[in-house]
Structures are given as C-alpha cells and as structure tokens.
T-cell receptor, first 114, second 116 residues
Framework: KNQVEQSPQSLIILEGKNCTLQ??????????LRWYKQDTGRGPVSLTI?????NTKSNGRYTATLDADTKQSSLHITASQLSDSASYIC?????????????FGRGTQLTVWP | EADIYQTPRYLVIGTGKKITLECSQT?????MYWYQQDPGMELHLIHY???????EKGDLSSESTVSRIRTEHFPLTLESARPSHTSQYLC???????????????FGPGTRLTVL
C-alpha cells in the first residue's frame, strides 16, 4: 500500500533555532516528492519539489533532501522565524497513472515560540 | 500567491440543506481538484477534472457532486448536508509539469464547512 509517514507529528522550537522534519514513503513507482507549507486556515503552498535524480533542493531557509534508495526525505529549516509556524506536509507523486496521483502525509505541526 | 479563490471561507448550516462551494482560478489551468481535509489528517482527493465537461471521482468516496462548465470554475455541491460532511474542503488547480506526475498544484484557501 502506498503511504507517506511524517515525523514528528508536532514540534515546538524557539525562534532562531534550526529543525529537521522527516518523511518516509513507500510510493512506487516514484515520480517526485514535494514539501508543502500550510498555514492555519489556508491552503498548502509548495516549498520544494525533487525528482528521483535530485538529492537536495533549497528555497531560502528551507532545504529538502531526498534519498530515493531508502525512500526518505527531510526538510531542514534554518534560523526559524515566528512565521514558520505552520503544518509541513510531505507529498509524493507516482508516475503509474496519467493523473500523477498524489499521496499526502498528515503533516508535522511546527510551532515557533519567541 | 496563486490566483485560485474559494467561497465561502466559512459556512455553518443545518442538516438537510443544499450547499454549493465555489472555486475559481484565473490561471487558465485545465486540471482542477477537490480535496477533503480533517484536522491533523492528510488531504483526500474527492473529485478531479481534466478540463471542461470532464469530471471524475477521487479516492475518497463522497456524496458531493461537481461540474466543469467553464475552465475557470469548478463548483462542488452537496444536495443534502449531514454532520458527517463537516470538514475543510480545498480546491486546487495545476499547470503541466515537464514530465508525468510533476504538475504543480496550487491550492485555494479552503472552505471550512460545519453541518449542525
């Protein structure tokens, strides 16, 4: 069964600290992996996308890594800000269908305290 | 920020009412989607469309229906709302990627539906 598992479920850090969020998946055949940021009461916004051949991608203070062999990804946030408080969702796409089916994780709820 | 809009943002209604959740995008995207999301849970695809007059059911069984008469408009209708329909409904549209499965989906802000 294709699945996406994220850890931790929730995380609290102090402003200015770094953190790393984890994503493990079993989706096959793999097409790409995205990290989305979802603010409370809003729709998700794409942060990064990585295909099979990419193992790292940065977007400002966000750096995503991908190990396609172990089917693991991480999202590292540097020098956290209060505005980073949100749910971070790992989304994996397969290439076995025309639609490019998306498999969503449940997200990691990050809270940044001042 | 993506040009995709949903109305209403919040809706509280009584059981048995008919409701329509509106979704519009101004990006000219052919593909559009409806997701259902409960707190702390993953998004579930309930409907999608490849273009005008094309609609398909998603993975999660839903009593809702959709229509796609215009490219920019993808409304979702519940004929008779029940408390089990209480959830957040997210609309999305996507632009083609460079290869299969690499479409980027842009999400609207969502509609928080509460059925009493």
């Amino acid at each position: 069964k294709n699945q996406v598992e994220q850890s931790p479920q929730s995380l609290i850090i102090l402003e200015g600290k770094n953190c790393t969020l984890q994503c493990n998946y079993t989706v096959s055949p793999f097409s790409n992996l995205r990290w989305y940021k979802q603010d409370t009461g809003r729709g998700p916004v794409s942060l990064t996308i990585m295909t099979f051949s990419e193992n790292t991608k940065s977007n400002g203070r966000y750096t995503a890594t991908l190990d396609a062999d172990t089917k693991q990804s991480s999202l590292h946030i540097t020098a956290s800000q209060l505005s980073d408080s949100a749910s971070y969702i790992c989304v994996v796409s397969d290439r076995g269908s025309t639609l490019g089916r998306l498999y969503f994780g449940r997200g990691t709820q990050l809270t940044v305290w001042p | 920020e993506a040009d995709i809009y949903q109305t209403p943002r919040y809706l509280v209604i009584g059981t048995g009412k008919k409701i329509t959740l509106e979704c519009s995008q101004t990006m000219g995207h052919d593909k559009m989607y409806w997701y259902q999301q409960d707190p702390g849970m993953e998004l579930h695809l309930i409907h999608y469309s490849y273009g005008v007059n094309s609609t398909e059911k998603g993975d999660l069984s839903s009593e809702s229906t959709v229509s796609r008469i215009r490219t920019e408009h993808f409304p979702l209708t519940l004929e008779s709302a029940r408390p089990s329909h209480t959830s957040q409904y997210l609309c999305a549209s996507s632009e083609p990627g460079t290869s299969r499965g690499t479409d980027t989906q842009y999400f609207g802000p969502g509609t928080r539906l509460t059925v009493l």
